[in-house]
């Protein structure tokens, strides 16, 4: 089952899921007349078990895609012959995408040989294998998180309380992510500005006045040697804004 088909699914039974729970609710205090009996509000019952319906699958769900991909290259890779296996890193490389698109219905870049045909065939194979497993995995998920949800929901049951602190967590948990993944990104800039300044005074780019960034800089770089004056871009830059502005402006 293809993996868009697979959240929609999800997000069908998390609906219905939603409609059960709120029904429970209803159903406990003698009907929607009732519902001040209840600590939350029967959407809160509704939504409490829809989390447990949707929330685990997901995180499963996502799980299993950040890792699916190297254990099924890593056991094609383990059916290559030894000498394929022990390609430089960079041809086997070449090797495997040549698998995955020979799998996949699309052009190879090289002659295909009986290994290669029969690692395609492997990896089509462990594909299908680990799209059935998802699928029974994720709804079967589903399933025990809404059967669960749907027998723990009680008049007593602080629904409020407990879907607000899952919405509380995922908020905390997104704005940490956030705010690592910018500092990472500034760390990245400053360590190759670094790496960039070691090579290259910072007098010669704030006033040099030659763009030709053909320098290798790095190790795995190829590149003659170039010049990393800025005035040029900053002078081009100041070009395209002042003939943008004769545009707009009138």
Same mark, same amino acid.
């Given at each position: 089952?293809?993996?868009?088909?697979?959240?929609?699914?999800?997000?069908?039974?998390?609906?219905?899921?939603?409609?059960?729970?709120?029904?429970?609710?209803?159903?406990?205090?003698?009907?929607?007349?009732?519902?001040?009996?209840?600590?939350?509000?029967?959407?809160?019952?509704?939504?409490?078990?829809?989390?447990?319906?949707?929330?685990?699958?997901?995180?499963?769900?996502?799980?299993?895609?950040?890792?699916?991909?190297?254990?099924?290259?890593?056991?094609?890779?383990?059916?290559?012959?030894?000498?394929?296996?022990?390609?430089?890193?960079?041809?086997?490389?070449?090797?495997?995408?040549?698998?995955? =698109?020979?799998?996949?219905?699309?052009? /190879?870049?090289?002659?295909?040989?009986?290994?290669?045909?029969?690692?395609?065939?492997?990896?089509?194979?462990?594909?299908?294998?680990?799209?059935?497993?998802?699928?029974?995995?994720?709804? /079967?998920?589903?399933?025990?998180?809404? @059967?669960?949800?749907?027998?723990?929901?009680?008049?007593?049951?602080?629904?409020? =309380?407990?879907?607000?602190?899952?919405?509380?967590?995922?908020?905390?948990? @997104?704005?940490?992510?956030?705010?690592?993944?910018?500092?990472?990104?500034?760390?990245? /800039?400053?360590?190759?500005?670094?790496?960039?300044?070691?090579?290259?005074?910072?007098?010669?780019?704030?006033?040099?006045?030659?763009?030709?960034?053909?320098?290798?800089?790095?190790?795995?770089?190829?590149?003659?040697?170039?010049?990393?004056?800025?005035?040029?871009?900053?002078?081009?830059?100041?070009?395209?804004?002042?003939?943008?502005?004769? /545009?707009?402006?009138?």
């Amino acid at each position: 089952m293809h993996y868009t088909t697979l959240i929609l699914l999800l997000a069908i039974l998390t609906s219905l899921a939603y409609q059960l729970g709120r029904r429970r609710s209803h159903t406990l205090v003698g009907g929607p007349t009732r519902v001040r009996q209840l600590h939350s509000l029967p959407s809160y019952y509704g939504f409490y078990t829809a989390i447990w319906c949707g929330l685990p699958a997901l995180l499963v769900l996502g799980i299993w895609l950040i890792f699916e991909p190297n254990i099924i290259t890593s056991l094609v890779v383990a059916e290559l012959p030894e000498a394929t296996r022990n390609l430089p890193e960079a041809e086997l490389g070449l090797v495997i995408n040549d698998i995955k =698109n020979l799998a996949a219905g699309n052009i /190879v870049s090289t002659k295909i040989g009986p290994a290669i045909q029969a690692a395609a065939d492997h990896l089509q194979s462990l594909e299908r294998t680990s799209a059935a497993a998802l699928t029974v995995l994720i709804l /079967v998920l589903a399933m025990l998180g809404t @059967s669960y949800a749907w027998r723990f929901i009680s008049p007593e049951l602080r629904a409020r =309380n407990r879907v607000e602190g899952v919405l509380k967590a995922l908020l905390i948990t @997104s704005s940490t992510i956030a705010i690592f993944t910018t500092i990472g990104i500034v760390l990245s /800039v400053l360590f190759e500005a670094l790496r960039f300044f070691q090579q290259i005074p910072l007098s010669e780019f704030l006033f040099g006045l030659t763009w030709s960034p053909q320098m290798a800089i790095r190790a795995d770089q190829v590149g003659s040697s170039g010049a990393f004056g800025s005035i040029p871009l900053f002078a081009g830059t100041l070009l395209i804004s002042f003939i943008a502005m004769l /545009v707009a402006v009138p």
